[in-house]
C-alpha cells in the first residue's frame, strides 16, 4: 500500500498489488473516509499508517456494494453513506453475520452535496460498474474518487456491468474536468485513462457486435486474437470475461 497526498488535506491510499483503493479527506469536523476495503484489519492498519483512529472519522462514503470495498465498514462508528441501491444490493446478500453491520446508515438518490466544516463533496449515482456504482467529486480542488468505475493499468472487470451504462458513465465522468482521479484499483490517473478505458470498451462492444451479425458463436469470438490488449493484472482471464458478458448483453438486446 503507497500513501498519496493528492491534495492537501486528501489522500489516497493506493494498492499497486491490485486491493481496491481507500480516500481520506480532511474536514474542519473530521475525517471522510471513502470505502473501506475487503477487511477491518486493512482499513485499520491504513488509518493507523495515516496516524488517523476510527474515532476520528465523521463520515463514510462507500462507492458500491462489491466485498472488496464494504467489509471494513463495522470499524465505524459514525454514519456510512451509500446509494440506496447499495443498501439493498448488501441487504440482499446471503445472509452472513457481517451482513447487518455492513448496510450503510443512510442513503441517497442521485447525488448527494455534502458539506462538512470547509470540505463541499458530491457524491454522485453514475451506475455502469455495477447498477449502485457511485463518485465522489471535490469540484473545488477537481480531484475525483472514481471507485470502480475505472481499473487503471489493467482490464476492467466488467462481470457485474451494464456495458452501454458504463460507456455513458465514463463519457460523463470525461465532462467533469478532473485533474486527479483516484481509480477504484491501480495507481492514480488522469482523463487519459478513461478515454483508453472507455476506447478498450467500445472497440471491444463493436468487435463482438459485428460478430454476432456475422453468425458467429462465442467460442469463434474468444478465438478472435484482434480485439484490443490491455496490459497488466489478469489480462486473459478477463479478457475472456469480458468478451463473454458483451455477448450475453448483446444477445439479450438482439432477442
Ligand atoms: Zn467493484
Given at each position: 500500500m503507497e500513501i498519496h497526498e493528492v491534495?492537501?488535506?486528501v489522500t489516497a491510499f493506493i494498492r499497486p498489488e491490485g486491493g481496491a483503493n481507500v480516500g481520506l479527506i480532511q474536514t474542519s469536523e473530521g475525517?471522510?473516509?471513502i470505502d473501506t476495503t475487503s477487511r477491518e484489519s486493512d482499513i485499520r492498519e491504513f488509518l493507523a499508517a495515516a496516524g488517523v483512529a476510527p474515532s476520528d472519522v465523521c463520515l463514510v462514503c462507500i462507492t458500491h456494494s462489491h466485498n472488496d470495498h464494504t467489509k471494513g465498514i463495522p470499524l465505524f462508528d459514525c454514519p456510512i453513506l451509500a446509494h440506496k441501491l447499495?443498501?439493498?444490493?448488501?441487504?440482499?446478500?446471503?445472509?452472513?453475520k457481517l451482513k447487518t453491520q455492513l448496510l450503510p446508515t443512510k442513503v441517497f438518490e442521485d447525488r448527494r452535496n455534502i458539506e462538512i466544516g470547509d470540505r463541499c463533496l458530491e457524491f454522485i449515482h453514475a451506475?455502469?460498474?455495477?447498477?449502485?456504482?457511485?463518485v465522489v467529486w471535490?469540484?473545488?480542488?477537481?480531484?475525483?474518487?472514481?471507485?470502480?468505475?475505472?481499473?487503471?493499468?489493467?482490464?476492467?472487470?466488467?462481470?457485474t456491468a451494464n456495458v452501454p451504462d458504463l460507456m455513458k458513465a465514463l463519457k460523463w465522468l470525461l465532462t467533469l474536468g478532473a485533474q486527479v482521479i483516484v481509480p477504484g484499483h491501480g495507481l492514480l490517473c488522469a482523463e487519459d485513462t478513461v478515454i483508453s478505458q472507455l476506447n478498450y470498451i467500445e472497440l471491444s462492444w463493436n468487435r463482438t457486435a459485428d460478430h454476432i451479425a456475422q453468425g458467429h458463436s462465442i467460442d469463434e469470438i474468444l478465438e478472435?486474437?484482434?480485439y484490443p490488449i490491455h496490459p497488466g493484472l489478469g489480462a486473459e482471464r478477463l479478457h475472456k470475461w469480458n468478451i463473454e458478458v458483451m455477448y450475453r448483453q448483446?444477445?439479450?438486446t438482439a432477442s
Amino acid at each position: 500500500m503507497e500513501i498519496h497526498e493528492v491534495s492537501p488535506g486528501v489522500t489516497a491510499f493506493i494498492r499497486p498489488e491490485g486491493g481496491a483503493n481507500v480516500g481520506l479527506i480532511q474536514t474542519s469536523e473530521g475525517i471522510v473516509v471513502i470505502d473501506t476495503t475487503s477487511r477491518e484489519s486493512d482499513i485499520r492498519e491504513f488509518l493507523a499508517a495515516a496516524g488517523v483512529a476510527p474515532s476520528d472519522v465523521c463520515l463514510v462514503c462507500i462507492t458500491h456494494s462489491h466485498n472488496d470495498h464494504t467489509k471494513g465498514i463495522p470499524l465505524f462508528d459514525c454514519p456510512i453513506l451509500a446509494h440506496k441501491l447499495t443498501y439493498q444490493r448488501i441487504a440482499k446478500r446471503k445472509s452472513t453475520k457481517l451482513k447487518t453491520q455492513l448496510l450503510p446508515t443512510k442513503v441517497f438518490e442521485d447525488r448527494r452535496n455534502i458539506e462538512i466544516g470547509d470540505r463541499c463533496l458530491e457524491f454522485i449515482h453514475a451506475g455502469g460498474h455495477t447498477p449502485d456504482s457511485s463518485v465522489v467529486w471535490l469540484p473545488e480542488i477537481e480531484v475525483l474518487f472514481a471507485g470502480d468505475l475505472i481499473f487503471e493499468g489493467r482490464y476492467p472487470f466488467l462481470a457485474t456491468a451494464n456495458v452501454p451504462d458504463l460507456m455513458k458513465a465514463l463519457k460523463w465522468l470525461l465532462t467533469l474536468g478532473a485533474q486527479v482521479i483516484v481509480p477504484g484499483h491501480g495507481l492514480l490517473c488522469a482523463e487519459d485513462t478513461v478515454i483508453s478505458q472507455l476506447n478498450y470498451i467500445e472497440l471491444s462492444w463493436n468487435r463482438t457486435a459485428d460478430h454476432i451479425a456475422q453468425g458467429h458463436s462465442i467460442d469463434e469470438i474468444l478465438e478472435d486474437s484482434e480485439y484490443p490488449i490491455h496490459p497488466g493484472l489478469g489480462a486473459e482471464r478477463l479478457h475472456k470475461w469480458n468478451i463473454e458478458v458483451m455477448y450475453r448483453q448483446l444477445k439479450k438486446t438482439a432477442s
